[in-house]
């Protein structure tokens, strides 16, 4: 055993905090990529192919940069709901479904809005009010499920699940009905491409990366601050260390749970909302699969910790977004990517499996979600 | 299990064939709508009351398990698949097929389940987390498979999806020939009794779940095991004291699960339709666990939940086959995207404990420490 190194400079202090908390995901990604490389040897891919173009496809060139900061944007503000939530004690497993209700009305009140009024509004109401929206409906959808915590012990788990499912049948029905577009080429359950003045502006011309991704990066800025510099973040914390200590230290649990919800809600919305405004122009039935449950093994992979959010958002951005052309390449399916994203967060979950595999010592630090169902 | 929660579950019912008795009445008798529906409600509520007795077995030891979905969907993959190899490859006759199918989707969902219990009771996951873990891994493995094994380069079926060996039959309850008698030749009795029969006529993981029901309800409470099994998932630390081996137990009761669960998952792709599809479980797994709530962890309390999503279900169905008789005030019905919603809203509601509050077991959830 050798004496753990101290550093005194603030900034070597925050380097080697870093270090450590980098160092079991970092291990865990590494694991899961040996296993995925198996795997694909086993079903007959040539593994080092494969993950030379993931890289290049993900990192190759200017487009290829642009277009995964593209896919890193939703994922940003999904991993970023269901990372706060964590923070609040909470397991908010229906970022799917309140990112489906928030594109839902970003892109009616996108397409439809100028409609109702009679008159055309200015981009600098327009796009804002359009996103706002989006994201207040997010955050109601979540809310819900808050409100039947805090007052009836309703397991969110379940409850943001079925919520999961209401959002996909209500969005299938708007989308398949009132809401769909009606020119007559068109086929699928989407929405009319929503105005000009409700679209936010790409970064660079001919490039798809837009402002919602700087936007993206904000909020996570704004996160941290909010959790760590704020009451209500002390509180929403406190509430998720401990309900009863936080109840005797005369934190409202109740009103801190819904509006933990509320929040959490509020980013998933925004990730639907940015969807929406910021890249498709449009709401579409499918479009997002699995962004909800992507969002919670970023929120694990990054700590739940906005900056490891934003670093794990990018993993699997990624991966995601190089898939394609390792397909193109190795010929194995895009879904390989699933498997993989399923092994990291396997290894990042059950930690003790990478702390056993490398003999790391345990920290003791551990978050607390099981606490028995409502009912 | 208390008279309020039976009540509700049967007023429920009630309601559901009412709702189909009073718009398809004009189309077919009331007997026959009714003799139909329950026939669905028993089919369709099958996964579901796999998968609440396999969350009893896992909670009633103290493992949380959210990983039921996941480890259905799994089961439902794996099953199907290796009667595709069988048939095809190895060309075995269909029904060996078949019977080494429901096998294999049963060994899936336990050693999915035993990767569960690893990470619960070894390694201390968060058991939301592990459940969690459990879903992912499945959807990702299933999509991945189906795409590679089928299309991918080098699949030995050329790129499509070969035909399975084909679904469970259906197995006939002599009920027409015992009882026909009566009828004395009328024929229109006599239609009646074949009407009450198809009720009873059902396929075989139908049946055997209806069984493991009261197989489960037994060996919880009139067995050394089940005693034991409850001993651990309310105080194990008192279970330890007298001698029980906490961990193997635990250990044991979630693999059991995990066997429910894949049998769940048979019914998916080997009894209901023969084929595979991503994400066919379609949160049926979760709806389990609002069942096995509901049911006051109890297997015949359980299942009695189980058979109200499954009515809800068959009201989907049913929806579409009156379709054209629904009156107009009656219009939303039609739509199948607002009736599909009922059993996500009738969880929801259970889970606020208005019909009376539900205890889980005392350490469900809390991973034992010497």
Known sequence: MQPEKQSNSPAGKFLQSVSEAALVPFLAILTAVIIGGVIILVVGGNPFAAYMGLLQGAFGNAKAWSETAVWATPYIFAGLAVALAFKGGLFNIGAEGQLAVGAVVSSLIGYALPGWLGFDLPAIVHLPLTVILGMLMGGFWASIVGALKAYTGGHEVINTIMMNYIALNTTSYLLNGVMKDKSPTNVIARTPLIEESARFPVIFEGLRIHWGFVLALLTAVFIWWLLNKTTLGFEIRTVGLNPDAAKYAGVNVKRTIILTMLLSGMLAGLAGAIEVTGLNYRHELGFSIGYGFDAIAIALLGKSHPLGVVLASFLFAAMRNGATRMQFITQLPVDLISVLQALILLFVAADAIVRYIYRIKSKGERVTLTRGWGG | ?370
């Open chain 2, 1 to 370: 299990m208390d008279w309020k929660r039976f009540g509700f579950i049967g007023l429920v019912i009630v309601v559901l064939l009412g709702t189909v008795v009073m718009i398809g009445q004009v189309k077919q008798a009331p007997l026959l709508i009714i003799t139909s529906m329950l026939a669905t409600t028993i089919a369709v509520a099958t996964p579901l009351t796999l998968g609440a007795l396999s969350g009893v077995f896992c909670e009633r030891s103290g493992v949380v398990n959210i990983g039921i979905e996941g480890m259905m969907l799994a089961a439902a993959f794996f099953g199907w698949l290796s009667g595709i190899y069988m048939y095809h490859i190895f060309k075995l006759p269909p029904p060996v097929c078949i019977g080494l199918g429901v096998f294999f989707a049963v060994l899936t969902g336990g050693l999915m389940a035993l990767l569960h219990a690893a990470l619960s009771i070894t390694f201390k996951v968060d058991q939301i987390i592990g459940g969690t873990v459990i879903n992912i891994l499945a959807v990702g493995l299933t999509g991945f498979l189906n795409r590679q094994l089928f299309f991918g380069k080098g699949s030995v079926f050329g790129g499509t999806v070969p035909s399975s060996p084909g679904v469970l039959p259906t197995i006939h309850v002599p009920i027409t020939e015992l009882f026909g008698g009566i009828c004395g030749g009328a024929a229109s009795c006599l239609e009646n009794v074949q009407a009450v029969n198809r009720v009873f006529d059902q396929k075989p993981i139908a049946m055997t779940a209806i069984l493991l029901v009261f197989f489960s309800h037994y060996v919880l409470f009139n067995t050394r095991w089940g005693l034991r099994s409850r001993a651990v998932g309310e105080h194990p630390k008192a279970a330890d004291t007298v001698g029980i081996n906490v961990v193997m137990m635990r250990y044991a009761n979630v693999v059991i699960g995990g066997l429910f669960a894949g049998l769940a998952g048979a019914y998916f792709t080997i009894e209901s339709v023969p084929s595979f599809e991503p994400l066919l479980t379609n949160g049926r797994g979760f709806i389990s666990l609002a069942a096995m709530i509901f049911g006051n962890w109890t297997p015949i309390g359980a299942w009695a939940a189980a058979l109200v999503f499954g009515a809800s279900q068959a009201l989907l169905i049913n929806m579409q086959i009156f379709r054209d008789v629904i009156p107009p005030q009656w219009a939303f019905l039609q739509e199948s995207y607002i009736v599909g919603l009922t059993p996500y809203l009738l969880t929801m509601f259970i889970l606020t404990g208005v019909i009376g509050k539900t205890t889980p077991p005392a350490a469900d959830g809390v991973p034992y420490e010497k």
